[in-house]
């Protein structure tokens, strides 16, 4: 059920690309400011820029077709089916948006327009832009150097640091996961995939419970061991993955805020978040 | 919580509880879903055990935890939802509010108690999931309102189903194992 493989190090052929040379917070900021602009903004011109953008850390990184693949038709997939649920629940509100109507085919309720068909542009634009970008920075950033990042950024490091921790914590519990599953099994719980919902409700519940009786453990233990270490006790703390920015960290949020400061100004040229090619 | 110093903040507890919790409510969100039966509808165990935690542990954690794990779950999947994500970290604070009045870890859980959690998770699923996410939706990602209620509606559903079959049972397992360690050291 559970057996993807987690290891946080980035190897060795990678250490060479820029991406990875890139520092926590960098990479944080990136991907915050422009999921948040994107978010907001639809200017397709924007949109497209961005995704050219992202594509370009992408390239950097190096992957092979078959680390990416099983994701990417995952993002298809579930990128269709909410296309189709926004056309079959409202086909005219592309029209209604901007404000025009231009017949491409059919009619009644499910009549396809230009303007229905430029609105899923947009909106498959959305889900896609940052992939390629969350794709580059999953694969080389490493929990410690994302807990200083983050800090640096501005969040507490109590929260920081409570982040480093839970993506040390995945492979642990994963583990943790499979051993009661497998305990559970020996004493007879069912585990067919053809089970009705209530029999899976019920079997998780039976693994659900141990689970949480591990964990409040390991929370109880890991908390002694911080306190024994002082945690918590002074303003600020500093860190072991600290970094310095470098030159492609600054031109990179350089570039960063040209693109953000575009994207606020588009606001006025558009007159809306709307870019409006039928006027 | 009982620490005599401390600087302001997170005690050290809510600091491994938040990690330790993302970490488990990821996994959760992440590989097991359980489908329903309706396309594109799961039951989200993770959804339960943000609700143990939040009894347990407070507001602070719960809104980090359901934060930080929704984040990751959808970084995982390529694709931040803010407007969901921010709706989780609404729940996650709204259920960790059941912590004043459940007290799990001082008095013995009683079927009142078991009914206000439950109600208050159905209030907090109703806000959270029918309310704000949908109109986040509607308002930031300009979604047709249809699409964003049904979804929202369904959301609700299948989590008041996982907090309150799951995250009930949870919440009573736990208080068993604390009110006997307490005998066993009055007695």
């Known amino acids: 059920m559970v057996n993807q493989r987690l290891s946080y190090d980035v190897s060795g052929a990678q250490k060479s690309h820029w991406v990875t040379r890139l520092t926590g917070m960098t990479k944080i900021l990136v991907l915050l400011s422009l999921s948040i602009i994107g978010m907001v903004s639809y200017d397709t011109w924007y949109l497209v820029a961005l995704t050219i953008f992202a594509i370009i850390f992408y390239q950097s990184a190096h992957f092979r077709w078959h680390q990416v693949r099983g994701l990417l038709y995952a993002i298809a997939a579930f990128t269709a089916l909410n296309l189709a649920l926004v056309y079959v629940f409202n086909p005219a509100y592309g029209s209604q948006i901007y404000g025009t109507s231009h017949v491409l085919l059919g009619h009644g309720f499910f009549v396809l327009t230009w303007e229905e068909l430029f609105y899923l542009l947009n909106m498959l634009l959305k889900y896609v832009f940052i992939v390629p970008l969350i794709l580059a920075f999953l694969f080389t950033t490493n929990p410690s150097e994302l807990a200083s990042g983050m800090n640096r950024i501005g969040f507490s490091y109590k929260i920081s640091y409570a982040v480093e921790l839970s993506l040390r914590y995945i492979p642990d519990v994963i583990r943790d996961f499979k051993q009661i599953s497998l305990a559970q099994q020996a004493r007879g719980l069912e585990m067919s995939k053809k089970a009705g919902i209530w029999k899976r409700l019920k079997r998780s519940t039976q693994i659900l419970i141990p689970l949480a009786f591990s964990s409040m453990n390991k929370i109880e233990v890991t908390t002694r061991a911080m306190k024994l270490r002082r945690f918590g006790t002074n303003k600020h703390r500093t860190w072991y993955m600290a970094q310095k920015l470098a030159k492609i960290d600054y031109f990179v949020l350089i570039v960063t805020v040209l693109l953000i400061m575009i994207g606020i100004g588009l606001f006025w040229v558009d007159g809306g978040r709307f870019y409006n090619p039928f006027r | ?187």
Do not use: C
Not at chain 2, 123 to 136: D, F, Q
Not at chain 2, 171 to 186: C, D, E, F, G, V
């Open chain 2, 1 to 187: 919580m009982k620490s005599s110093k401390r600087t302001k903040g997170l005690s050290v507890e809510a600091v491994v509880a938040t990690g330790v919790g993302i970490a488990i409510v990821f996994l959760l969100k992440r590989f097991l879903p359980i489908p329903t039966g309706v396309p594109n509808t799961t039951i989200d165990l993770g959804e339960a055990f943000i609700g143990f935690l939040g009894a347990v542990f407070g507001p602070a954690v719960g809104a980090l935890v359901a934060f930080f794990a929704h984040l990751f779950n959808d970084l995982s999947w390529g694709d931040p939802w803010w407007t969901w994500i921010v709706a989780d970290a609404i729940f996650g604070f709204l259920i960790g509010f059941s912590r004043n009045f459940l007290k799990l870890r001082t008095e013995p859980l009683t079927k009142k108690k078991l009914i206000q959690f439950n109600l208050l998770q159905i209030v907090a699923n109703i806000i959270s999931w029918g309310i704000i996410a949908p109109l986040g939706d509607i308002l930031v990602y300009s979604q047709p309102a249809g699409k964003v209620f049904l979804q929202g509606l369904m959301a609700t559903i299948t989590d008041i189903l996982s907090i309150g079959i799951v995250g009930t049972l949870l919440i009573s397992a736990y208080a068993r194992t604390q009110i006997q360690k307490k005998r066993l050291t009055k007695d």
